[in-house]
Structures are given as structure tokens and as C-alpha cells.
């Protein structure tokens, strides 16, 4: 049942998503062109998301000021309000990170097949190769890391670091950046991303829907966004990825309390399916966990947006 579904517009779709993303289509695209022809694809795609990446970038820098007394004050709910309203991209931002949560789910599926394949080639080659990613540690030295990642993914397989972006996020122009402003770039496209999660609710599309597991705007493909670019980002600066996502974790969860708190608000429209997004952030983290989430946010909100939405689709029509 896994596939991309396409998206109903007024225009004649001459192109249907549905037929080339289900699982067997896309074992047999790893069956044409093996783990060669996928690292190609890989790469290829990588390309379209460093292009995002600079956009965010630049995006960051013009908003860096206010980003950086968000950062400072996200504890106070007038004042983030008064620095919400001096923001200005963020709806942008959003559409940019999904893009890349897009291709980064495009690229799982694709890579979750080659696995199959190869798992019915050469049974006795992915086991080995499965052990050593599984024996890997955090404490392990980096370029180890990234080495045993980098054979694991060449047979599919899914590792906590993408070594495919690491590299594509190191060889992007820096323009004779330091590491310590790129380091400081990328915590900030993280509170650029954290803050503007309330503008979403607006969205009509951002309705979860049940029968497909995510949202009808895709932006629960920002979770594989917001995890791979920011593990990727910080193993490149080597920086904590946990300490890190958990920040994102706190301002994201806070500024969703206060979305919560406008009851008056159009933005209560699609709040509940926004609060499940946050939750998709830490399932689909290896960094992040259900404790950390509910330290910082409510679990019976959690809780009652999934019947929200599950009542929803039951609910009978007039």
C-alpha cells in the first residue's frame, strides 16, 4: 500500500504519482539499474535538495536578527508574538523543507526496495553488512561512522546519518563560511522552521487524513526533513545531533502550546493534525524520544488530537 498519491488538480494530471512509486515498481527499478544506478539516483536528488538548503540559508540571514531573539525568548508568549509578526518567509520555509521531506521519502522507498532486492540476491552478504551498521554506536569516531554507513546504504539499508546528504551538505559553496556561522546558520533555519509550525493550521490541506497515514499537503514528509538535514548539517560541523534536535523539540512544542491557546484563532482549525506532526518529528528520529516529547508536551494533547482526527473521518454527513 506504500506509494506516493497523486494530488487531485483542475488541470489534467499527465502524470500520475501512483504509477511509478508502489513497492513494485519501484523493486523493479532496483532490479534495472542495482545498487549503482541507485546511488546515481541518490546523488541526482541530493542535487535538488542542497538547492533548497542555500534558499533556506538565505532565508536565515535575512531574518537572522529576529530568529535569534525568538531563540532567546521563547518562553515569552507576548513577546514571540510581537517577533512572529516581524518574521517574514516562513510559510516559504515550510513549503521549502517539504520539498526535501518529499525527495528524502521518495529516496527511502526506492532504497527500502533495493533491500528487497538484494535481500533475495544475496541473503548471506546483507546479514553481515546489517550487523555491522547494527553494531555501530554514537561514540563510534565519525569517519568510521560514516564509512560503515556509507556500505550499508549502498545495499538500502537505513542508517541513523545519511552519508549521501553528509556529503552533499559538505561539498555545498560556503562562500569562505566558518564553520562556526554555518553552525549557527543551520541551529537557526531550526528555529525558523520550530516557530513557524502554527502557520500550517491555516493551510485547509494540512488535514490529516487517515486513509493515507499523513497530511494532504505532505507535510508530514517535514519530519524526514527536519531529522536526515539536521543530523546530516551537524555531523558535517561536529556538533551534537541530539542536543540539537531536542532544542528544535522544546521551541517547536512551546510555540505549539501557544497555538493552542487561540481559541478564538482561525489557526485552531487544523490544530490537532499539527500536533500530530510533532509527534511524527520524534517517531521517525533515532535522536529523539517519546519521553523527551512529553517532558515538554502534554501527552493527553496528543492523545485527543488523534481521536479528533480519527473522529473526523467517522463522523456521519448531513
Same mark, same amino acid.
Request: charged content about 20%; proline content about 3%.
Given at each position: 500500500?506504500?506509494?506516493? !498519491?497523486?494530488? *487531485?488538480?483542475?488541470?489534467?494530471?499527465?502524470?500520475?504519482? /501512483?504509477?511509478?512509486?508502489?513497492?513494485? /515498481?519501484?523493486?523493479? $527499478?532496483?532490479?534495472?539499474?542495482?545498487?549503482?544506478?541507485?546511488?546515481?539516483?541518490?546523488? *541526482?536528488?541530493?542535487?535538488?535538495?542542497?538547492?533548497? @538548503?542555500?534558499?533556506?540559508?538565505?532565508?536565515?540571514?535575512? *531574518?537572522?536578527?529576529?530568529?535569534?531573539?525568538?531563540?532567546?525568548?521563547?518562553?515569552?508568549?507576548?513577546?514571540?508574538?510581537?517577533?512572529?509578526?516581524?518574521?517574514?518567509?516562513?510559510?516559504?520555509? $515550510?513549503?521549502?523543507?517539504?520539498?526535501?521531506?518529499?525527495?528524502?521519502?521518495? +529516496?527511502?522507498?526506492?532504497?527500502?526496495?533495493?533491500?528487497?532486492?538484494?535481500?533475495?540476491?544475496?541473503?548471506?552478504?546483507?546479514?553481515?553488512?546489517?550487523?555491522?551498521?547494527?553494531?555501530?554506536?554514537?561514540?563510534? =569516531?565519525?569517519?568510521?561512522? $560514516?564509512?560503515?554507513?556509507?556500505?550499508?546504504?549502498?545495499?538500502?539499508?537505513?542508517?541513523?546519518?545519511?552519508?549521501?546528504? !553528509?556529503?552533499?551538505?559538505?561539498?555545498?559553496?560556503?562562500?569562505?563560511?566558518?564553520?562556526?556561522?554555518?553552525?549557527?546558520?543551520? +541551529?537557526?533555519?531550526? @528555529?525558523?522552521?520550530? @516557530?513557524?509550525?502554527?502557520?500550517?493550521?491555516?493551510?485547509?490541506?494540512?488535514?490529516?487524513?487517515?486513509?493515507?497515514?499523513?497530511? *494532504?499537503?505532505?507535510?508530514?514528509?517535514?519530519?524526514?526533513?527536519?531529522?536526515?538535514?539536521?543530523?546530516?548539517?551537524?555531523?558535517?560541523?561536529?556538533?551534537?545531533?541530539?542536543?540539537?534536535?531536542? /532544542?528544535?523539540?522544546?521551541?517547536?512544542?512551546?510555540?505549539?502550546?501557544?497555538?493552542?491557546?487561540?481559541?478564538?484563532?482561525?489557526?485552531?482549525?487544523?490544530?490537532?493534525?499539527?500536533?500530530?506532526?510533532?509527534?511524527?518529528?520524534?517517531?521517525?528520529?533515532?535522536?529523539?524520544?517519546? =519521553?523527551?516529547?512529553?517532558?515538554?508536551?502534554?501527552? !493527553?494533547?496528543? +492523545?485527543?488530537?488523534? +481521536?479528533?482526527?480519527?473522529?473526523? !473521518?467517522?463522523?456521519?454527513?448531513?
Amino acid at each position: 500500500m506504500q506509494c506516493f !498519491v497523486s494530488q *487531485n488538480a483542475d488541470n489534467d494530471l499527465s502524470f500520475r504519482a /501512483e504509477e511509478f512509486s508502489d513497492v513494485s /515498481e519501484l523493486q523493479a $527499478l532496483a532490479e534495472l539499474i542495482g545498487p549503482y544506478g541507485m546511488k546515481f539516483l541518490g546523488e *541526482n536528488l541530493m542535487w535538488h535538495i542542497t538547492s533548497q @538548503v542555500s534558499e533556506l540559508k538565505k532565508m536565515v540571514i535575512e *531574518n537572522m536578527d529576529i530568529l535569534v531573539q525568538m531563540k532567546n525568548n521563547f518562553d515569552k508568549p507576548e513577546e514571540m508574538i510581537t517577533l512572529k509578526k516581524r518574521l517574514t518567509g516562513g510559510e516559504n520555509a $515550510l513549503k521549502r523543507m517539504t520539498i526535501i521531506g518529499v525527495i528524502l521519502s521518495f +529516496r527511502s522507498m526506492a532504497m527500502n526496495c533495493l533491500k528487497d532486492v538484494l535481500r533475495k540476491h544475496c541473503p548471506y552478504l546483507m546479514a553481515p553488512i546489517e550487523c555491522l551498521r547494527d553494531f555501530i554506536s554514537l561514540e563510534t =569516531d565519525i569517519k568510521v561512522t $560514516l564509512s560503515v554507513f556509507e556500505l550499508a546504504s549502498a545495499a538500502g539499508l537505513k542508517c541513523d546519518i545519511d552519508p549521501a546528504l !553528509v556529503a552533499a551538505i559538505s561539498n555545498m559553496q560556503t562562500d569562505n563560511t566558518s564553520v562556526e556561522e554555518e553552525f549557527k546558520l543551520s +541551529r537557526l533555519l531550526l @528555529v525558523y522552521v520550530a @516557530v513557524s509550525l502554527p502557520t500550517l493550521a491555516l493551510d485547509p490541506n494540512s488535514l490529516y487524513s487517515q486513509e493515507h497515514g499523513g497530511h *494532504n499537503n505532505n507535510i508530514h514528509c517535514l519530519a524526514a526533513a527536519i531529522n536526515q538535514l539536521t543530523a546530516a548539517m551537524f555531523t558535517v560541523q561536529n556538533k551534537n545531533i541530539e542536543q540539537q534536535l531536542k /532544542e528544535f523539540l522544546l521551541l517547536a512544542s512551546s510555540t505549539l502550546l501557544q497555538l493552542g491557546q487561540n481559541v478564538e484563532r482561525v489557526e485552531v482549525k487544523n490544530r490537532e493534525s499539527i500536533y500530530l506532526l510533532l509527534h511524527m518529528i520524534v517517531e521517525d528520529s533515532p535522536f529523539l524520544s517519546q =519521553d523527551m516529547l512529553e517532558s515538554c508536551f502534554p501527552y !493527553v494533547l496528543l +492523545r485527543n488530537a488523534y +481521536r479528533e482526527v480519527h473522529k473526523a !473521518v467517522f463522523m456521519p454527513t448531513a
